[in-house]
């Protein structure tokens, strides 16, 4: 090879030595503009910007959710509260700009309870559907400090049985599935929660007879619990999410 050759060679490689390889215009374009979000991020504790992006890859190319949860979650006072936790994820997430795509299922099935004989006759007079509700909450923690409530579902199971024998109340099996999009993670680690208390669908107010005393359902029954079967909680970081 000539001496001319070799010289326009070696200028060629000179030119891009130390410049990033694309695969197309199109990554250059988005590592670019990540690059503008990630001067933002660093002053949230994100130093690996730049060397995250090179190993991930998000599962979207296009992401968009409207949603809304129209709730009252019990008040915190700033300590956190005692949680009925059946799952927790922890995702740590490089970009302020990204989201977290929660998903979960849970099988579950209110424990039977035992009454007296009195309060199975008065529940068969009833006219208004009896059963127990399940409400079912995410909570966030960023980088282990107070638990903020992010979402809440409720789903309802009802009697499957009434034994007028072993005067017990039994209830159905299930299964409740749900997702949400937390669009304000923590940049760094974000834990989630995910809880499920249950309570009565309704309380209604038993009058005095032979045997009990009158007042709510509630306080004359024990208290409501829950097993749980399958329980499936996932987080997935979403790059580049509004």
Not at 90 to 110: F, H, N, Y
Not at 205 to 210: G, N, S
């Amino acid at each position: 090879m000539s001496d001319y050759y070799k010289k326009i060679i070696k200028d060629s490689s000179d030119e891009y030595k130390g410049k990033r390889k694309y695969e197309n215009d199109k990554e250059e374009y988005e590592l670019k503009k990540h690059d503008d979000k990630c001067e933002k991020c660093h002053d949230h504790k994100c130093d690996k910007c730049h060397d995250d992006h090179e190993k991930e890859k998000s599962v979207f190319t296009e992401f968009d959710v409207s949603e809304n949860t129209s709730i009252s979650f019990p008040p915190t006072n700033g300590t956190n509260p005692q949680l009925n936790t059946r799952a927790q994820v922890s995702i740590d997430v490089d970009d302020k700009c990204d989201a977290v795509l929660l998903q979960g299922t849970v099988e579950w099935t209110p424990n039977s309870i035992s009454v007296l004989e009195e309060i199975i006759l008065a529940l068969l007079d009833l006219t208004i559907p009896l059963g127990v509700e399940g409400t079912f909450r995410i909570w966030r923690s960023c980088d282990n400090g107070p638990f903020v409530p992010i979402f809440q579902t409720k789903d309802t199971s009802i009697i499957s049985d009434i034994s007028i024998v072993t005067f017990s109340i039994d209830f159905s099996t299930v299964t409740t599935s749900f997702h949400w999009v937390d669009k304000n993670p923590c940049c760094g680690d974000n834990r989630y929660y995910l809880t499920l208390d249950v309570a009565l669908t309704s309380d209604p107010m038993l009058a005095e007879d032979t045997g009990i005393i009158g007042g709510l359902l509630s306080t004359l029954i024990p208290p409501i619990t829950v097993t749980t079967g399958t329980v499936v909680f996932t987080a997935t970081e979403v790059e580049n999410v509004g």
